[in-house]
């Protein structure tokens, strides 16, 4: 089976690129199982219920998020409008798993594909250089104990190479990819690790890559400059759709290829 991973879309230049590529995108390679990061998805900032319903509505099955997934408070009430066991929309957007405990949301989403393949996508956040958490290793191991799907993928949304690089190694030939999100530029290190886990460092962003990872260059570049603070902008120049394509055998859940994915206009 294939399964497209898109990674962070970043405001409505984001949007656009990926509406234009992924319909060509998931027929050309028979895509079952769609999955993106949508944390940056609204202006750079959060993802709102309804920019997540134009995502369901383009084929994701599951939206994953990150550290930025508060910055729109009307998804809180989004989250919770589903119970636990619910399949509906709003139960596919996860949010990092090792967050506080009594947060709204969860950190994992099991399905079925149309073709009838269980799967499980589970969201966790990077403790190095981000924002405290719990730590995403034992988190992780934890909750693999309880997944009955074979085909897992796994959005690690962290700052430090080092620590997606450990995870790619401590998750090697217990679920099928381990994805990197959050520094939006894509790395071109995708392999197949040994145990059969698919891996990249970072995805990158589906965003404007005339920008500083996502934000008008300018006022990046003004906060370098002078130290001031400044609202952030969503660029729009030169967007590209950056994916991650892996294929894997949906019986064992062992990734056999991961294939880079960079479209623009
Ligand atoms: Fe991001
Ligand atoms: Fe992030």
Known sequence: MNILFVGDIFGSAGRRIVREHIGHVCEANEVDLVVINA?????????????????????????????????????IDYLKSVPADSQERPRRVIRPA??????AGYGIFE???QGGVEYAVIDLQGCVFMNTT???????????????????????????????????????GRVTAVLGTHTHIP???????????????????????????????????????????????????????????IGCDPMTGRAFSIQRIMLGE
């Open 111 to 113: 399905g079925t594909t």
């Open 187 to 245: 790395t071109a290190d995708q392999r197949v690790l040994p145990g059969g886990t698919a891996y990249q460092t970072d995805v990158g962003m589906s965003g404007p890559y005339d920008s500083v990872i996502g934000v008008e260059k300018e006022l990046v570049l003004h906060r370098f400059l002078t130290g001031m603070p400044g609202k952030f902008e969503a660029a729009k120049g030169n967007p590209k759709m950056c994916a991650a394509l």
């Open 39 to 75: 944390e940056n998805a609204a202006g750079g900032f959060g993802v709102t219920p309804q920019i997540a319903e134009e995502l369901f509505d383009l084929g994701a099955d599951v939206l994953t998020t990150g550290n930025h997934v508060w910055d729109k408070r009307e998804l």
């Open 134 to 172: 719990n730590d995403p290793f034992h988190t992780v191991n934890a909750m693999l104990a309880s997944v009955k799907a074979k085909v897992i993928l796994v959005d690690f949304h962290a700052e430090a190479t080092s620590e997606k690089v450990a995870m790619g190694w401590y998750l090697d």
């Open 98 to 103: 090792n967050l506080q405990p009594g947060l």
